[in-house]
């Protein structure tokens, strides 16, 4: 009976529409794009607004329900899994792009809008939208897991993008991190409430609209693809076409192994070494030089078999390579599973770590193909393997764990882009210590004190 009450409790507020406890429906919102398995909430509500994300809030907290945000569930770390049952608040009907201020160069969203949406809304203002995980995940998911993809090294993460979040909190009450409407371009105005919720994966709760930093379109745009004869000389190409202060808007890198299966994907015939794939961005007169200077830096460095893309339909041929990375990894191994790393090192000790994670990988007889924003220094491991054979899942999962356990020993981090979610809790704590993780749990405990936002996630 009291099952019965809370339902037509949530009913009162969204509809019958909105609120499901189909298992098609839970099962589909108990899981992402990642290895761990399916955890379908009770039951799923699809809120309009967010008063309506206020009010649902305020029954599970009085009921004291978990809740768990879903946005479009491209995550790659188990982060929408209901482990304790409750509340699915899957945002998808919150789709509209709210406050566009074009000669302000900011624009705020709802939590259903997704990337490739908010650029197609911007076609015409020669404005968009740079942040790109590669999925067309939404919006306010990328602010919960400060995401960020192939152009961060020119235009940042979420982190440096998010001027401004409306969020629900566990009690249903409404928090502005910037304050009510603020979209200032800077401030030291208090404590950076906005970025504490930046990478807070749901636990903190639920984003409702974020306000994000636009970008003016470039003039043009020149894409290039280069091979080379080591891992070491890619990687000091990328530290010395930075140094130089080439504006570089995306600087790729594949492996061997990585450009050999993209070559068998796409029916592409680049020379299978490691690879550097770049874009820069800026007015034809810039671009010349940025071209000039960096063919001479990779020349030096060995590189050859340099290739040029100016106009767009090349440019996509050249990058789609890069793009179908993910599909091309598992293509080696038709029927199984892809689960992606995503550690971070400074860019110095880029060389070293995927020397030794390549040594490891082929010592332990894993398929893992190598890809990576080496602007950032965060290179990604497409590991492929069978999820139905103990033995390798096993191998591979000693493997994950040592991957990220190197990258902590040369100063990194055991996620530059994908989050915490569920598997790298104790490599969290590693990574920062005790103390930090006392300080997050009291931050958790004030503004939830229940555990009732997403619980068993990050901490």
């Known amino acids: 009976s009291s099952v019965e009450r809370v339902l037509s409790a949530f009913r009162s507020v969204s509809g019958d529409e909105g609120v499901s406890v189909g298992s ?42 978990p809740m768990i945000p879903f946005g479009t569930g491209t995550g790659l770390e188990g982060g929408v899994g209901a482990l304790k049952g409750g509340v699915c608040f899957s945002l998808r009907k919150m789709d509209q792009v709210l406050d566009l201020h074009q000669e302000d160069f900011d624009v705020t969203v709802e939590p259903g809008v997704t990337r490739k949406g908010l650029n197609s809304y911007l076609r015409d203002t020669g404005l968009w939208f740079p942040v790109d995980p590669g999925a067309d995940a939404s919006l306010c998911g990328m602010a919960a897991t400060s995401a960020s993809g192939t152009n961060a ?15 629900v909190l566990a009690d249903g009450t409404v928090l502005h991190t910037a ?10 105005a208090g404590y950076n409430l906005t970025n504490l919720f930046v990478g807070s994966e749901g636990t903190l709760g ?46 790729e890198f594949l492996d061997d192994v990585m450009i050999n299966a993209c070559n068998r994907f796409n029916n592409l015939s680049y020379a299978v070494t490691p690879t550097l794939f770049l874009e820069f961005h800026g007015s034809s007169k810039s671009m010349e ?13 060995g590189g050859s078999d340099f290739a040029w893309a100016e106009d767009e339909e090349t440019r996509g041929r050249l990058w789609k390579a890069r793009h179908d990375a993910w599909y091309a ?61 103990p033995d390798e899942v096993q191998r591979v999962h000693s493997f994950t764990e040592r991957l990220a356990r190197r990258a902590l020993a040369m100063d990194g981090t055991c996620t530059g ?31 939830d004190p229940k555990n009732l936002m997403n619980p068993g996630k990050v901490l």
């Open 206 to 251: 639920i984003i409702t609209k974020a306000t994000l930093r636009l970008f003016g379109i470039p003039e043009s745009m020149v894409s290039a693809v280069c091979s080379f004869p080591s891992v070491q000389s890619a990687v000091d190409s990328t530290v010395q076409i930075l140094q130089a202060g080439v504006p570089i808007a995306r600087i």
């Open 153 to 167: 090294v020119r235009y940042g993460t979420m982190r440096e993008n998010v001027l401004n979040l409306e969020v």
């Open 417 to 447: 882009e994908h989050g915490i979610g569920l598997g790298k809790r104790a490599l969290l704590r590693e990574e920062v210590g005790p103390l930090a993780i006392e300080v997050m749990q009291g931050l958790k405990a004030t503004l």
């Open 179 to 188: 304050g009510k409407g603020r979209r200032p371009r800077k401030t030291s």
């Open 289 to 301: 030089e940025q071209v000039s200077i960096t063919e001479e830096i990779t020349r030096d460095n």
């Open 329 to 389: 990894a598992l293509a080696l191994r038709p029927g199984c599973k892809a689960y992606s790393t995503d550690v971070c090192v400074p860019i110095s000790r880029l060389p070293q770590i995927i020397v030794e994670t390549k040594e490891d990988l082929i010592r332990n007889n894993i398929t893992g193909p190598i890809a990576g924003h080496v602007g950032d220094g965060n290179f990604h491991c497409l590991i492929v393997l069978d999820p139905n054979d």
């Open 24 to 65: 098609a429906v839970r099962e589909q919102h108990g899981r992402d794009e990642s290895v761990h398995r399916c955890q379908p909430p009770d039951v799923v509500v699809f809120p309009r607004s967010v008063e309506e994300v206020s009010a649902l809030a305020k029954i599970c907290h009085h009921h004291q329900l």
